[in-house]
């Protein structure tokens, strides 16, 4: 259990800027990981292990890419009870992202509206601070996830977009328990017409042939191996466009999907403060159309093609609502922010119950 309540910790952190306050917490955790000063936020790691795509996630609650742009907080993380975290997303080139202001709390709504854009420090600096992470020198029976999330450079044209990403596939390769392919932030312009038909089977087929090339090249342990790789998608889709992503993900022998990112839908926050801000809402408001998609997902690709079920999680209950729609198991972004680091613990327990 962690020493400071966040109870006590959240109004010093609402009262900053959004992005000042994301700052403040990630060079925190950045400094205090790996000394006492973990005990300010760290968590038990609940055991509830499933296999997906080949692997063993120790449990079925993870940290959702986005807050950790630059892997620079991965054991900090890992000591909040997640039983994986997905770091990015990273592009081939540093980046600053989009002008400030950028990131606006919408507290009535439990949500936040986000236009960061990428900012990150790019590939190098990236796999530097993944190798650097400790986590897994921890002898644990079911070592933590790590999950790197890969995406393109605003100022390369969409279409060159493949470059970039396979440029990034091959960097993070070696490191990574699986990589995700983001095509859905609303933040690098044209990104999401990736989820198109043609453009989605484009770059999905290169990025399956890359993969297949680096499957034969010794890892760092000297071995070869061959790394899931899952895609993440948007909640603005309909179940036509839905149909057709989850047609394109079995065609090219994707590991799983990532379901969903952020929403440009307003509709749920109209008339507060910020609503109207330009970029991705997240929080309480994206959970019922996270668990739509979900739900369609689950219909289209059977039983055993793995989903990970992210929006909206604000509470243990929203967690096992994801798993009810269809997710096998799911990640956390702006729940953390709201109801802090105790929240991944308690959402972990929640399904272990409801699944027994």
Not at 12 to 33: I, S
Not at 47 to 62: C, K, S
Not at 296 to 304: E, I, S, T, V, W
């Amino acid at each position: 259990m962690s020493l400071i309540p966040y109870a006590l910790t959240r109004p010093f952190l609402f009262g900053m800027d959004a992005e000042a306050a994301h700052d403040l917490t990630m060079d925190m955790l950045t400094r205090g990981q790996g000394t006492p000063l973990q005990w300010a936020w760290c968590h038990d790691t609940v055991d509830d292990p499933i296999e997906l795509a080949g692997l063993t996630f120790p449990n079925r609650v993870g940290m959702a890419a986005g807050l950790d742009k630059n892997a620079r907080c991965i054991d900090a993380l890992g000591a909040m009870g997640f039983g994986f975290v997905e770091v990015g997303t990273v592009t081939p080139k540093p980046q600053p992202g989009n002008p400030k202001p950028r990131m606006f709390r919408l507290p009535k709504a439990q949500a936040l509206i986000n236009r960061l854009g990428f900012n990150n420090d790019g590939l190098d600096a990236f796999i530097r601070n993944v190798q650097q992470a400790k986590f897994r020198q921890q002898k644990r029976r079911h070592p933590m996830l790590l999950g790197l999330n890969i995406g393109k450079n605003a100022t390369t044209p969409i279409e060159e977009a493949t470059r970039d990403y396979l440029t990034c596939l091959d960097g993070v390769y070696p490191h990574a328990d699986y990589v995700t392919v983001n095509i859905s932030s609303p933040n690098t312009q044209n990104l999401r017409s990736l989820q198109s038909d043609e453009a989605l089977d484009a770059l999905l087929g290169a990025i399956a042939e890359r993969r297949e090339v680096l499957a034969r090249q010794p890892g760092p342990s000297g071995k070869a191996r061959r790394v899931p790789i899952f895609v993440k998608i948007a909640p603005d889709l309909d179940a036509a466009q839905v149909s057709v992503i989850a047609a394109t993900l079995q065609r090219h022998g994707m590991d799983g999907v990532i379901a969903t990112n952020t929403t440009i839908s307003r509709d749920a926050v109209q008339g507060l403060p910020h609503a109207q801000e330009t970029g991705g809402l997240s929080g309480a408001p994206v959970l019922e159309a996270s668990n739509r998609v979900i739900a369609q997902l689950r219909a289209a690709l059977g039983r055993q093609f793995p989903i990970i079920g992210v929006g909206g999680i604000m509470s243990a209950e929203d967690a096992v609502s994801k798993i009810r729609a269809g997710a096998d198991v799911v990640q956390i972004y702006t729940g953390l922010i709201y109801a802090g680091p105790g929240l991944p613990s308690s959402a972990a327990r929640a399904i272990k119950k409801a699944m027994r």
